[in-house]
């Protein structure tokens, strides 16, 4: 673990790991069954890749103190701000009955409950979503897709609805077939857009109460997270960093955001032909002119293909465009992605950086840290590193109680730091001998899925209770016997 100074400042505080400890204790030749002791912070099957002693702050180091946590989870008793009255005790999709409705976290963004996001809970964002997106419009190029509410002058997405109806027979009693799209490429001609819904998987086309919308409402969650443009949606911002993601968000909007746009490729041959013009050119050079672009545009309908999979693409087939790329580029509609999630850019909202594509995540990622605990940008100067993770250092916490890590021992879990007591109580793992939970620090045995003490008083012979550290050994159902003899007897 490793504090950061951003601007002209090297590491304060690093911490070496521990030494490991002895591995190979025995080996039974028979049936080539290896018996490993490792030490604490060693990864055996599904057990935490490491255990270490957190970096605190340090005697005039000039490190800021830690913030004091308050048991209703808030420090000082200050509000949030972060919306959490928003979708309170609402179903989760993924853990089902096991959570007991959604709680919004004090200041990261999952449930307190079940630790899912807010995406993955059944909460009615639709309003919610729409002032996210039109706050990210305001003030750009895109503000026509954007409408302010008399009431709070709050900019709102107006976002394209497509309602289609199936064709049917004249019949008596027969109810009209229609399929409504939660959002659909604004374009006049309703067919292009209709083509283009085809176009994409299924499971991803937006179709009201289907798969695909749910896809969509959780894709606008993960892609463009308010707390990415919003500092009112963040926890406890100074001044300074306000000011700071202000102007980060208004470079950002300036210099990458776009919004794809759905053509087929003739039409934009047919644009391009019509900016084609050379002044002052006699008629001998519009000739020339013409043919040339006559053999450039019969040269174009034969060379269409997707910028991203390279693939040929049909001239009646719609397109995606991207005006920062320009557009001498195209892609497929299911191809127009994020180049690091691989998602389709929802909404086609994308941001342009370098030759790539990203969602608004993964480009602010790109310029800017990213806290693993609150999962906000940072931008303060000062910073932990640790796990190869960025975070706050008010925010490097237990994953379970939110205590403070600073000068405690940690353990990994899937990725989360959590402290040895909560390790102990909810995650380690328990010895088959004396059935109790094993400390992360103690040195352990461990075949397949069980585990032992390494001790005299538990890694012993089922039958006899010899002990059989360094000795071969028969493992049978979470049972271990020193002999053929014994697990006779047991069986």
């Known amino acids: 673990m490793k504090f950061v100074h951003r601007r002209g400042g090297s590491p304060q505080l690093s911490l070496p790991l521990s030494n490991p400890g002895p591995s190979g204790l025995g080996l039974n030749q028979q049936s080539d069954i290896r018996l490993t002791i490792l030490h604490h912070w060693l990864l055996i099957a599904h057990l935490p890749a490491c255990l270490v002693m957190a970096a605190g702050r340090q005697p005039g180091s000039g490190l800021p103190s830690q913030p004091q946590f308050h048991p209703e989870g808030c420090p000082e008793g200050r509000p ?43 909460i009615l964002l639709s309003n919610e979503e729409d002032r996210k997106v039109g706050k990210l419009f305001e003030d750009t190029k895109y503000s026509t897709l954007i409408a302010k509410l008399k009431s709070d002058g709050i900019p709102m997405y107006k976002r394209n609805v497509m309602i289609l109806t199936n064709p049917v027979a004249a019949k008596k009693n027969v109810s009209i077939n229609t399929v409504t799209y939660e959002w659909a490429p604004p374009v006049q001609n309703q067919a292009l857009a209709r083509q283009y819904m085809q176009m994409l998987p299924k499971e991803k086309q937006p179709v009201a109460g289907s798969e695909g919308a749910q896809y969509r409402k959780k894709q606008l969650a993960k892609q463009l997270p308010a707390h990415d443009q919003d500092p009112s949606k963040c926890h ?94 195209l892609w497929h509609p299911a191809c127009f992605v994020c180049s690091t999630c691989n998602e389709l850019l929802v909404d086609m909202i994308y941001f342009w950086k370098n030759g790539k594509l990203y969602c608004g995540r993964h480009y602010c990622d790109s310029e800017k840290p990213r806290c693993a605990g609150c999962d906000e940008l940072i931008f303060s100067n000062e910073y932990t590193q640790a796990e190869n993770q960025n975070w706050h250092l008010k925010h490097f916490c237990c994953f379970d109680c939110d205590n ?18 909560c390790y102990v109580k909810n995650h380690a793992v328990v010895c088959q001998g004396c059935h109790n939970a094993i400390d992360p620090e103690v040195q352990r045995v461990t075949y397949n899925n069980f585990s032992w003490h390494a001790s005299t008083e538990c890694f012993l012979c089922s039958c006899c209770s010899k002990c059989l550290i360094g000795q071969k050994f028969m493992p049978v159902e979470g049972m271990v016997f020193c002999s053929v003899e014994c697990k006779k007897m047991m069986y």
């Not at 853990?95 to 993955?120: A, D, M, P, Q, V």
């Not at 950002?252 to 490729?265: F, I, M, T, W």
């Not at 644009?271 to 174009?300: L, N």
């Not at 890590?405 to 402290?419: N, Q, T």
């Open 80 to 122: 949030m701000g972060l919306g959490h009255e928003q979708g309170f005790g609402a179903p989760c999709l993924k853990c089902k009955e096991k959570c007991e409705g959604f709680e919004l976290h004090f200041w990261r963004k999952i449930c307190r409950n079940c630790k899912c996001g807010e995406e993955e809970h059944d």
């Open 236 to 329: 406890e911002l100074s001044p300074k960093e306000v000011k700071e993601m202000e102007q980060f968000v208004k470079k950002y909007k300036s210099e990458a955001l776009g919004v794809g746009d759905v053509k087929l490729p003739r039409e934009m041959n047919a644009q391009d032909s019509d900016r084609t013009c050379i002044p002052g050119g006699d008629r001998s050079t519009v000739a020339s002119v013409g043919t040339m672009k006559d053999k450039s545009a019969e040269h174009r309908r034969t060379q269409y293909s997707c910028y991203c999979c390279k693939l040929s693409m049909k001239e009646g087939d719609p397109a995606i465009y991207a005006e920062r790329a320009g557009y001498d580029k």
């Open 404 to 421: 403070i890590l600073a000068g405690e021992i940690y353990v990994m879990v899937s990725d989360k730091p959590v402290c040895k007591p």
